[in-house]
């Protein structure tokens, strides 16, 4: 081989792996935006179904709570909502919500309470801590990157 043509493929073997190494970063760059947008909407979209089952479900318990007569319409909307986290969220999340939702059943079925009962029912007042906890702990668990 010709040492004249030495230089000019080491020319072009540096301007095509420039060449090469500029199009792999940015595909790369490009993959992991893409990758951190959808994991910032599927947190935001699990906040979302959140934040509606805690609101269906904290009017429900104190509905229940004074009220004999179930609003079986909203006890749909809640089962709902327990239906599309069995798609989006983990099974601590939802098992913690179907304990909710059983225990909102079972303080419609139970006796009506009194405002003078508040006292010594404080410490069973809050009914989704367990769900609570279970989507921080969720939501902690997926990776931010």
Known sequence: MNTIYVPAFAAFGGSAFGAISTIVTGWVTRRRRLRERHTARSISKRERLYRSFIEEASRLYADALVSDKSEIPQLVSLYA????????????????????????????????????????????????RGFGEACRRELHSIPSR
Not at 99 to 115: C, D, K, M, V, W
């Open 81 to 128: 909502l327990i239906g599309r986290m069995r798609i989006q969220s983990s099974d601590g999340v939802v098992q913690a919500a179907e304990r909710a939702g059983r225990l909102i059943i079972e303080t419609y079925l139970s006796p009506n309470r009194e405002f003078v009962d508040l006292p010594e029912f404080m410490e069973e007042m809050d009914p989704l």
